[in-house]
């Protein structure tokens, strides 16, 4: 009897087997093999069978997790939870417990089919089960009853090879896959079922059984030495049983074991094995994981291009490349199905869910691209942004995502065209975003009748219009008397305050770049100042009880917007708030998501509006102070032809421009470079590491080029490269690719330029004196009667946005290199409350938007 009892324990030690295996694992810090068992409604058998499962796995150090959709679940529903689990790369094995247990009708066959093969741990896939009737017993998962039966007569020490068996059943679980694993195992196999004629005189060296009948085989049928496999489960009559039945399986079991040489009682032989080969096949598929995948590694198809020489235009080369699916694309950068909402083959928006499902991953590096003061055909700073991306992306096979803001409308129909960056690195295909701007938002005020509407004679207060009456001192709803209705419609407003659309267009982006959730922007909103009352005080889109409605209608807006380079590099393109009154750089979302998304050996290239001295300095006191990001290090892009004009070069005007670019003048450009040296301290000012990015032109020669670079290094920076990404794309980032690597290992002592809490004077004396490089400011009367103004209404504590010229550091477009002893005119400020920045206008400002 030992003989016939000793398979009861077989399941044991395949489970601690897979315990050892599982602890091998630990090499790959953080991974464990993962299980999801899905089941609809709540049978007590389903139940307790996903216990028996539940608790092995936690044995053998499996993470496993039940899913338990409600009886009234449809069958979309069902696939939807089976389409992201099959996305997420942390479960290894998916099982759907069966029956479906649901009052809605189920196609049992489509929903087993739509777990992905390679997680069908039950083995029950027609892909898994066309793969095993085929023979191809290594490259598919086996079912676990039948497989179970497979290792118990392996545990017998009967080889299989040349033995008659029998399988008596032909069900998908057990009877024809047991037939197909002892076929392709060499033994000769007949398959009986309920019409065989002369079942009792199959004659078998093995006898697996799973016909679902109690007791069915006596056990004069049993030849004499055979071993036996009873795969069922029944329930009979037994008066002496508590529940007044037991458990047997098909096999009469007291007379067949005086004729099997082994035999698997029932409960506790087939049953605790299948259990157990579940484990295995988990433990298997991630084995198999993680010989294909590198834990933290994205596995994406890049696209290196091969330039052609004369280069296309840019319309020409998005034409040409052809870009993949973008659902294929976040697939590839670990986004799931139910977090991607396409828009098209080639973009989508990316649900914010997708950050709070990866809030606790680590971060990557983080780069910021700015540039120096440039003409108004720009240096090429998005393109830089584009290319270093590329070349640590496609060309050093580092998980990196570019993150850049929208075309701002003075980019479409300037010089500049409605390209995001050129060459080749840029971000295609370009019809899908040239016009896909944020539509316009403007803001209605309504009458008391209309904003507080009569409801069976009583009036509907919203929260936020409570909040209105208790700022006014209004400690009722209603009734109200006429003064104080005449206050709450018309908010005592002094029109002479009122903000003009324009400026609240460009808060109300400003605050969608800004916003790290939806409630976040929702508060915003709310707090948005839209003019003053007589009293002083602000009155705000919460006042007219329009915030709601302006989330909602932004709510869709909030989420990053997924395209790719000419490579096949992933790029978020998100907000675009202007750079001059407004911080003018992607959104926080963008850089947040991307940052979790690469992980903690990959990076993230964003880009800052403009040069160092706005762009860059806005960037970190305004969007990193709200973020709470910290850059691990910054990138200047400079131009040579950029450089000669802040030494002298005439205005640059496109034919000039040309003429500058082929003539080599070292002591022009030298004279410039005292330019680029004081931009390189306004990076550092910061405490960053800085690099140079040269963005080289086909009329630069090669001493122009390491003038620059020698000079950038003799200024502080941590290094200086030539770049040609415009003409070879990633290829030609590859050495500043690889400065960033190096310069991102360096320890960073970020630090902001000023505190919020002092004065907003000494605020824009701060910025004007260190990035400018101005002797002083000088406030109007007007801008010191705002300033007044906003301390008393509580704003003064607020960081400063100064809208300045971009092409001279100082307010005059026309002083280039590094002009010196001026005073800084601030004119007018504005109170950019919701977006949480004071907007401090300069002389300049009307200049400045030309080039918008």
């Known amino acids: 009897y030992l003989r016939h009892f000793i398979l009861l324990f077989m399941s044991r030690l395949v489970k601690e087997q897979l315990k050892k295996e599982v602890a091998a694992m630990n090499q790959f810090p953080g991974f464990r093999p993962g299980l999801v068992v899905l089941q609809v409604g709540d049978r007590d058998d389903s139940n307790l069978y996903i216990s028996m499962k539940l608790k092995a796995a936690a044995e053998i150090g499996i993470n496993a997790n ?83 039966c497979m290792e118990l007569i392996s545990q017998t020490g009967v080889s299989v090879m040349g033995k008659n068996a029998v399988v008596i059943g032909r069900s998908k679980i057990v009877g024809a896959p047991m037939h197909d694993l002892l076929l392709w195992n060499h033994a000769t196999v007949t398959t009986c079922h309920s019409k065989t004629l002369d079942l009792a005189e199959q004659v078998a060296d093995i006898l697996v059984v799973g016909a679902g009948r109690a007791e069915m085989v006596k056990g004069e049928w049993v030849k004499e030495g055979a071993v036996v496999i009873d795969c069922g489960i029944n329930h009979i009559p037994d008066s002496s049983k508590a529940s007044g039945k037991r458990v047997v399986g098909d096999v009469h079991y007291p007379s067949a074991i005086e004729r099997a040489g082994y035999i698997t009682p029932v409960p506790g032989g087939v049953g605790p094995m299948t259990v157990a080969m579940l484990m295995k096949n988990t433990v298997e598929s991630a084995k198999r994981f993680l010989q294909k995948y590198t834990p933290g590694k994205w596995n994406i198809e890049y696209t290196k291009k091969n330039p052609l020489e004369p280069q296309p235009s840019d319309a020409e080369i998005s034409c040409s490349c052809q870009s993949k699916p973008i659902g294929q694309l976040a697939r590839e950068v670990g986004l799931f199905s139910e977090e991607v909402e396409p828009y098209g083959r080639s973009r ?79 971000i295609i295909p370009l019809e899908e975003f040239a016009f896909d701007m944020i539509s316009q938002v403007y803001i209605l005020q309504a009458l008391f009748d209309l904003l507080v509407p009569l409801k069976k004679g009583q009036r509907s207060v919203s929260p936020a219009q409570l909040n209105r009456l208790k700022k006014l001192g ?37 605050i969608l770049s800004l916003s790290s959730s939806e409630e976040e922007m929702q508060q915003r909103l709310a707090k948005i100042v839209v003019a003053t009352n007589k009293s002083g005080d602000p009155v705000t889109t919460e006042d007219l009880d329009v915030s709601g409605p302006l989330a909602m209608l932004l709510k869709d807006a909030l989420k990053p917007v997924l395209m790719q380079t000419v490579e096949g590099t992933p790029v978020f393109l998100h907000t675009s708030p202007l750079a001059d009154i407004a911080q003018g750089s992607p959104s926080i979302l963008a850089d947040k998501l991307a940052l979790k998304m690469v992980g903690s050996g990959g990076f993230v290239v964003t880009e800052s509006g403009h040069g160092a001295d706005i762009g860059l300095e806005k960037f970190f006191n305004i969007k990193c102070r709200y973020s709470g990001l910290r850059p691990d290090v910054v990138v200047i892009v400079a131009t040579v032809h950029s450089l000669k004009m802040h030494g002298g070069a005439p205005p640059c005007e496109i034919f000039s421009l040309l003429y500058f670019s082929v003539m080599q003048n070292l002591k022009q450009l030298e004279r410039g470079c005292c330019h680029l040296k004081r931009q ?90 260190k990035m400018y490089g101005a002797k002083d400011i000088a406030l109007s009367p007007k801008s010191k009667e705002k300033l007044a103004l906003y301390t008393k209404q509580g704003f003064g504590n607020l960081p400063v946005c100064i809208a300045k010229t971009h092409l001279s550091l100082s307010n005059d477009p026309m002083l280039k290199g590094v002009p010196t002893n001026f005073m800084l005119p601030i004119t007018d400020i504005k109170a950019n409350v919701g977006a949480g920045f004071l907007c401090c206008l300069t002389e300049s400002v009307s200049f400045i938007l030309l080039y918008l």
Not at 82 to 104: C, F, K, R, T, W
Not at 361 to 379: A, H, N
Not at 404 to 414: A, I, L
Request: hydrophobic share 40%.
């Open 66 to 148: 039940h899913i338990r959709l409600p009886e009234t679940a449809t069958e979309d529903e069902v696939l939807q939870r089976i389409v992201a689990v099959n996305e997420n790369p942390a479960v290894h094995g998916l099982i759907v417990q069966l029956p479906l247990d649901s009052i809605n009708p189920m196609n049992t066959e489509k929903v087993t089919n739509a777990v992905a093969p390679e997680k069908d741990v039950d083995g029950l896939t027609s892909i898994n089960a066309g793969k095993l009737s085929r023979g191809d017993l290594g490259d598919c998962f086996i079912p676990c009853t039948p497989n179970g």
């Open 348 to 426: 989508a928006k990316i649900r914010l869910d997708a950050l709070k499902r990866m809030e606790k991953q680590p971060d990557g590096k983080y780069v910021v691209v700015t540039g120096i003061t440039s003409t108004p055909l720009g240096e090429g700073k998005c393109t830089t942004t584009l290319g270093l991306a590329q070349a640590l992306g496609a060309h050093l096979n580092i998980n990196t995502f570019a993150c850049v803001q929208e075309p701002s409308p003075g980019s479409f129909f300037g010089a500049r065209g409605i390209a995001v960056g050129g060459g080749y690195s840029q």
């Open 474 to 510: 209004i400690e009722k709803s209603d009734p109200l008397t006429r003064t104080e209705i005449r206050r709450f419609v018309q908010l005592d407003i002094d029109p002479d305050t009122a903000t003009d659309s324009g400026s609240l267009e460009n808060e109300i982006m400003a």
């Open 680 to 769: 390189v301290e306004n990076a550092q000012a910061f405490g960053l590491p800085v690099i140079v990015a040269v963005n080289k032109f086909s009329g630069d020669t090669e001493a122009e080029l390491e003038l620059v670079c020698g000079q950038a290094r003799q200024a502080g920076a941590f290094d200086a490269v030539q770049c040609t990404n415009w003409s070879e794309g990633g290829a030609g980032a590859l050495a500043l690719a690889e400065a960033v690597q190096r310069a991102a290992k360096q320890p960073g002592q970020f630090s902001f330029l000023y505190d919020t809490q002092i004065p907003a004077a000494d605020k824009l004396r701060t910025v004007a004196q």
